[in-house]
């Protein structure tokens, strides 16, 4: 696995063209542990509703994370890839702007916006150099995005720029101190996709995810997400009384809620 742990790249364009090939070729949340999710259509109704009922199904902590932000706020989501959860913010009465850095990712929301006739913006924009005002959003959003950036440090500066005074980024990072990093070292598996090497896979410990939110005035983190259906059986059979606590200390996802 190519290994790319420093969360400060100096010289990250042709980094950056490395990522959009493979999140372009390989949409986020289209495949689990090497199969499809859906066999219908991209950009269908049918297509998305088995993407989203996999997601909040596996992902059992990522509904009330997004139901946690104020009704009525401004959000941008960095890293929208088809736009499952921009979608379900919107439905939930947020004020949607979200950015990715493929082409097929916003392209895919956009027509679902249009067709379905809700509002929200996207562009396909570099995380890095966000086009927006300081303090422009009550909430920045990303699950799962900033740490396969060229440059995880220079994203969350971003973030906290453009967030208003009191607003809250909520963003979660891979742990590295976890049971899913100790399976995938083991069976020397890719992290992303069964038989192809994502470019960036970044891992960080609580006391670097400090670090990366310096400037922000709190910071909470909270460990989620032992394993999911990529696990097969073990993830149904695994018991909540087990998996709850074991989420919590050797979970995958740092959840970061990080106020300005």
Known sequence: MK????????????????????WSANVNAERLFGK???HSVRGTEEYFQDLEQ?????????????????????????????????????KLGLNVTAIDLTEVGVATVKNRYESTHL??????????????????????????????????????????????HGGQALIMLYN????NEVIHRITRIPFEEKDTVCPVVRRFSTK??????????????????????????IFWLTPLWIYKPMSSLIGWHLMIRATK
């Open 208 to 233: 670097e995810t400090g670090k990366l939110f310096r400037k922000f005035s709190s910071l909470k983190i909270k460990k989620e997400y032992l394993y999911g259906e990529g696990y097969g059986k």
């Open 54 to 90: 996999q997601r909040y199904r596996s992902h059992r902590h990522l509904l009330p994370w997004i139901q946690s932000m104020n009704l009525g706020s401004d959000v941008l989501e960095i890293g929208c890839g088809v736009g499952l959860d921009s979608f379900t913010m919107t």
């Open 3 to 22: 290994k790319i742990e420093s969360a400060h790249i100096e010289n990250s364009d042709g980094l950056t063209k490395e990522i959009r090939d493979f």
């Open 119 to 164: 509002n929200g913006n996207f562009s396909v924009t570099n995380a890095m150099h966000l086009p927006f005002k300081d303090n422009s959003f009550d909430y920045v959003y990303s699950f799962g995005v900033l740490h396969h950036a060229a440059d995880t440090d220079k994203t969350i500066q971003e973030a906290h720029r453009v967030l208003k």
């Open 176 to 179: 590295r101190h976890s049971l």
């Open 36 to 38: 499809n999710v859906s």
